[in-house]
C-alpha cells in the first residue's frame, strides 16, 4: 500500500533538478504548497496507462521502468526512471490521464506535483519553462528509437540495444538484478522465449555472462555492433 506524508516532508531540498533551482521565492511557495510525499513500495504503480491525472511525479529517490501496455499482457518497456526523473509531464498540458503505466522496481518516494502549478511556473518562469521542454523531449527520443528499433531491427540487435541501454542507466548496484526476464524482453520487444534463447547465446559467443538473474557484460564493442548492424 502506498503511504502518504504530509506535503512538508517532501522538502524542495531534495528536488534535486535545474528547473527547480531556477524558481523565484514566492514560485517556491507555489510549488510547496501543491505537492505531496508519497513511498511507493515495490511492485506498486506510480501511474497507470489510462487512469484519470491530477499530478506530475517527481523522483526522489529509487527505480521505476515506465511501460505502455499491450494487448494480452504483451507490454514495451520504454525507459528506467531514477532520483530526479519526472513522470506524467504531458498531463500539465491538456492531458487528463496518463499515457504509460510506470511501476516500482524498488521501493521509491516521489513528490506528486499538482499539474496546475507545473502549468503556472511554465507560463512564469522562462528557465523552469526551457527545462521541463528539454526532459520532455528525452523521453521523447527514447520512445522514437524504440519504435525505429522495433521496426527495423531484427532480434539480436533489438537484444543488444536493450542491454547496453539497462547497463549505460546509472543505477546502484547491478540493475539487471532488479528486472526479470520478462522486463527485459520487455525493453527488447521479445517474447521471453526469443529472450532466453539468445541470451544464452550471447553467452555462448562470450559477449555476456549469465550469473543468476545478474547479466555481466563481457564484450561491450561487439554488442555496440551487433546493436547497430542488427
Excluded at 534535486?16 to 531556477?22: E, G, K, N, T, Y
Aim: net charge negative; charged share 25%.
Amino acid at each position: 500500500m502506498k503511504t502518504y506524508l504530509i506535503p512538508d516532508d517532501c522538502s524542495l531540498d531534495n528536488l534535486d533538478a535545474p528547473c527547480f533551482r531556477s524558481l523565484l521565492p514566492e514560485e517556491l511557495n507555489l510549488v510547496s504548497a501543491s505537492k505531496t510525499k508519497v513511498v511507493f513500495h515495490k511492485g506498486e504503480n506510480l501511474t497507470k496507462q489510462g487512469t484519470f491525472a491530477s499530478s506530475v511525479l517527481f523522483i526522489i529517490e529509487g527505480l521505476a521502468k515506465l511501460y505502455v501496455e499491450g494487448e494480452a499482457g504483451r507490454n514495451l518497456n520504454l525507459q528506467l526512471l531514477k532520483g530526479g526523473e519526472f513522470v506524467g509531464l504531458s498531463v500539465a498540458f491538456n492531458k487528463n490521464r496518463y499515457d504509460y503505466s510506470v511501476v516500482a522496481l524498488t521501493d521509491t518516494t516521489a513528490c506528486l506535483i499538482e499539474k496546475e502549478a507545473i502549468t503556472n511556473l511554465v507560463k512564469s518562469n522562462g528557465n523552469f519553462g526551457y527545462n521541463i521542454i528539454k526532459r520532455y523531449c528525452e523521453q521523447n527520443t527514447r520512445l522514437y528509437g524504440s519504435i525505429s528499433d522495433l521496426m527495423n531491427k531484427q532480434m539480436n540487435g533489438r537484444l543488444a540495444g536493450a542491454l547496453l541501454y539497462l547497463y549505460n542507466e546509472e543505477v546502484s548496484g547491478d540493475v539487471f538484478t532488479y528486472l526479470s526476464r520478462r522486463d527485459i524482453a520487455d525493453f527488447a520487444g521479445l517474447s521471453v522465449e526469443s529472450t532466453v534463447k539468445l541470451l544464452k547465446s550471447f553467452e555462448r559467443d562470450n559477449l555476456i555472462k549469465l550469473d543468476e538473474k545478474n547479466i555481466i557484460l563481457i564484450d561491450i564493442p561487439a554488442l555496440e555492433q551487433i546493436n547497430i548492424h542488427g
